[in-house]
């Protein structure tokens, strides 16, 4: 089992950065790939970005390349979610997720352990 905690979401103003962190414990994370996703009111939860258990591999999607970079730290099983230039549009509930996958997926079927969300706030 793996737990998931996500942390370092809120209110800020577009053209702002933010850094996400997701905590992980319990069966060995560190083979796990990880990734984020994001789901705004009233829409299904969208791939963000994601990391291969080596840290070797990432994956984006189109509207934040450029923008994000995901990161994690395996000494201190944690991933992390850099965001920068951020926009209304990036208004949204952040999940973190841990997958047992070489190639990091960008479904969330890909996923089997997920946190509960931090909210993110982009204000024009």
């Known amino acids: 089992q793996v737990q998931l905690v996500e942390s370092g979401g809120g209110l800020v103003q577009a053209g702002d950065s933010l850094r996400l962190s997701c905590a992980a414990s319990?069966?060995?994370?560190?083979?796990?790939?990880m990734g984020w996703f994001r789901q705004a009111p009233g829409e299904d939860r969208h791939f963000v970005a994601a990391?291969?258990?080596?840290?070797?591999?990432?994956r984006y999607t189109a509207s934040v390349r450029g923008r994000f970079t995901i990161s994690r730290d395996n000494a201190k099983n944690t991933v992390y979610l850099e965001m920068s230039s951020l926009e209304p549009e990036d208004t949204a509930v952040y999940y973190c997720?841990?997958?047992?996958?070489?190639?990091?997926?960008?479904?969330?079927?890909?996923?089997?352990?997920w946190g509960q969300g931090t909210q993110v706030t982009v204000s024009s």
């Open positions: 319990g069966h060995t994370v560190n083979r796990y790939a």
């Open positions: 997720a841990a997958g047992d996958s070489v190639v990091p997926g960008t479904e969330t079927y890909s996923y089997d352990y």
């Open positions: 990391v291969s258990f080596t840290g070797g591999t990432t």
